[in-house]
């Protein structure tokens, strides 16, 4: 009630005054650079392998994959919701894509848009059912991820009869569609992978979008209180949707990115991964309750993954401390998260 | 002065309420001009709440008649109160906390190089008004870029007050804009909206409060059981004889007996 009268009285009341350390740190991606540029250093110095061209070939690669998924997932956290079927996603778009080709033999490149329109299609059910029951999308994205779990692997059984597709690499067409979605190029002697130019771009137009549209200004805004969203007229409903529909089309690209590359398929890709997505959202900046967060943060989170997977293995450690390095991130930047808010955040 | 000859921005006479067989509002009549301060007084349960959400377009009015410029009118909804002209900030203020400053004095009608939600934000100019728009109502900050949430609660009152100001309000509806608020807070919201007065808006002010309503009112309405104890003008009424009547001056003494000792 009255505590709003205990401001310190030599501060002119009308201007609110912000520290510099908290201006830096509204920032939503400074934790994940300083943390990014602290893992390189040390897996650069302590193994031969990481800073060599083989090797940051890989774990960009690694990165790539992951980033493009923590991208679409940070802005739909941003707008205030999750996704966990965007792992199973990436594997239920690769299903189609490999099954119509090479089972049926349709062209790879009318696959590839089923495959798209089915994953959108998914997206905006996601998000009309979220919207329209009020039920958290926590709730409704598990149950579309189990679903798509259990058709990838009950359908690519009753098609293929085993647990993966193959033969990519015979169906017509396949080299000229591989030129985008599983090329290298030859960049600083690195044989860099085409994903990773496809995570650049991604994440400079989601930070375009996010920083510079309306939409961007939407996201934020039902994220952040829907309430007031929508008593100021933003359409809730569509900007809600058409974020499900994002992480959902992320979900096929990089499907595509990772059938390109291998021209192999197993049943269960993408399984498991869903939470790595929002792990590296999180460790990027984005505030589980919404309304908070950055592209480029979601980009770095990934790229701190992409590294540590990789360099635990050029440091020849037993990799499952991987996933103890992933818990102690994840609550170190919960923790931070948690500090931006009390500065930079609400009063009451 | 023409203000007398020409028709209020918004009037209401014998207007009234009922949900079905209970009466929340009855025969309530005032009227608000440019340039004028209309303090509305109740207690809890003196019928503020319906009166605010028949002059916002929220409810129909189920009895009397309400004039928007000398006109006949019927809100169909709130938004077509809005379209008239008649903004009404509510408690929460629809504010996104997080959110800087100049993103939620825009957000909803933001200003975009072309149409459609991917059009290219105009920042710069958005950034620009903002500024200039707070800082016509004494609003002096440093930093549009901040969020919101880092204002107090008197300025975010006051950044919703000059949000529907500048989006084409003539009048604006204060639902309680200082009952959260601590003295000093409340003393900035008071001198917003005295600086409202002054650009020529009507202001409707709801408040329980007597001491925020006297200093700024030029008008007062007492409600009380969803009936109007009478409107006096700030020469006809002392600010004693306000917190008097509002509380129910002979209930209050009779009160102060029981409890004397």
Redesign the interface.
Known sequence: MTTATAAPPAKDERVATTHPLVLLLRRPEVGALVAALGIFAYFSLTTTSFLSAAGAATWLYSASLFGIMAVAVAMLMIGGEFDLSAGAMTGTTGLLVGAFTTQWGMNIVLAMAIALAVALAVGAFNGIVVIKTGLPSFIVTLGTFFILQGVNLAGTKLVTGQVAIQGMSAVPGFDAVRVYFGSSIPLLGMNLKVSVLWWIAITAVATWILLRTRFGNWIFAVGGQQQSARQTGVPVLRTKIGLFMGTAGAGWLVGMLSLFDVATVQATTGIGQEFIYIICAVVGGCLLSGGFGSAIGAALGALIYGMTLQGIVFAQWDNNWLKAFLGGMLLLAVLVNLYVRRQAGVRE | MSLTTAPPILEVRGIGKSYGSIIALSDVSTSVNVGEVVCVLGDNGAGKSTFIKILAGAHDYSSGELFLYGQPKRFTSPRDALDSGIATV?Q????????PVW?NF?????L?TAG??????R?KEMKAVTTSELQKM??????VD??I???????RQSVAIARAVYFGAKAVILDEPTS??????AG?VLRYVARARDQGLGVVFITHNPHHAYPVGDKFLLLKRGTSLGQFTKSEISIAELTGLMAGGAELEALAHELER
């Open positions: 509510y929460d203020l629809a504010v996104v906390a997080l959110m993103r825009f957000l909803g009608s933001e975009s459609g939600p991917f059009a290219r934000l920042v004494g609003i002096d900050l440093r930093d901040q969020p949430g880092t204002l107090s609660g008197g300025e959260a608020l601590g003295v000093k807070q900035v």
